[in-house]
C-alpha cells in the first residue's frame, strides 16, 4: 500500500526527513512511533500529497505521490494532528459538503454519510453544530470525514491527542475497528496506543527509520529475551551455585528480601522458558516457592532501547 525509498525532506539549515525508506502492506493497522520532532507529522504530510519531499519516491496504491497526486488522494483519507474541521457547520451538513469536494454523487454521498454517521458513533449529535460538540466528538467527525469517500489507506496524525481517558478509550476502539476493512497508517508517540492498535511499528528518531517490523519481530531482533522473576526460602549459597550451572540462564541477581526469602531477577536467552527447571529445583530441595513470574520485554523497552542506541551512535 504505502512504498517510501530514499525520502528527504529539507527546510533550509534543518533537515525534517532524512534518506527514509519503509514498506506498509495492504491491511492492518500500522504504528509510525516516535519522540515529538522525530518526523512522524512530515511524513503523513507528504504521503497525503499535502507537502512536496525533496528527494526521494513516495508511492501510495502503485501511484507516485509526487507525479500522480490526484490518484494518490483519490486513495487516501486524512486527519491530521489539528483537525481543521468547520466549526460553524453541522456535523452531517459539514461531513456531506466533504463528501462532495471528493467529487461523489448525490447518492453515494446519502449512503457513505449515513454509514460513517453510524460507524463513527454520531448519529446522536449529526444535527448538532461542530463548535459545541466535545474533542472527543471531534476527533470522531475527523475519522468520519477521512472515512466518507471509502479510501483504501487512511493517515492519522495523533488521533487521541487532547482526549481524556474515557474518550481515548473509545477513539482507540474506532481505530481497532478500521483495521478489517482499511489500511490504517497510525502517527503517535504514545506507546500504550500502538500496543494497543497496531499489528506493525515503524519506529523514526531524528528524521530516520531505526526500526520496523511487527511488534514482536521487533522485540525478538532487539534481543527480546524474557526476565522471571522468583521469590523463595534458600540457602543463597546453595542457590547461587545451583543457578550458575542453568543452560539458558544469561544472568541472575539474588538480594534478600525479607522473611527468609531471596528475591531472584533472571535474565533468560530467548528460546528458553526455565520456569519448570526452577519449579523443580525448589520442589526436589524443599524450598519454599511464593512467587516465579516470567515478564516479557515491552515496546516500551525496546522503543527506550532503540532510542538510546540511536543517541549514543550519533554522540
Known sequence: MIEVIGLRKEYPGCPAVGDVSFTVPAG????????????KSTILKILSGYMPGTHGTVRVA?????????EVRKRI?????????HLDM???????????????????IRDRVAAVLDQCDLIGVDRRVI???????????????????????????EPTIGLDPNQIRSVRELILSLGCNYTVLLSTHILSEVEITCSHVIILNQGKVLASGTKQNLLDGLGGGKEIHVELAAPESALREILATIEGLE??????????????VLKVRPGFDLRPVLFEMARERGWVLRELTQVRQTLEDAFVRVIRDHSQDQS
Open 28 to 39: 492492518g493497522i500500522v504504528g509510525l512511533l516516535g519522540p515529538n520532532g522525530a518526523g
Open 131 to 157: 463548535g459545541q460538540l466535545s474533542k472527543g466528538y471531534r476527533q470522531r467527525v475527523g475519522l468520519a470525514d477521512a472515512l466518507v469517500a471509502k479510501p483504501e489507506l487512511i493517515l492519522l496524525d
Open 90 to 108: 453541522r456535523v452531517k451538513d459539514y461531513l456531506t459538503f466533504r463528501a462532495r469536494l471528493k467529487g461523489m454523487g448525490a447518492r453515494e
Open 62 to 70: 502503485g501511484f507516485d505521490v509526487f507525479h500522480q497526486s490526484a
Open 77 to 85: 483519507g486524512y486527519m491530521p494532528e489539528n483537525n481543521p474541521l
Open 251 to 264: 544472568h541472575f541477581d539474588l538480594k534478600p528480601v525479607g522473611e527468609g526469602y531471596l528475591g531472584c
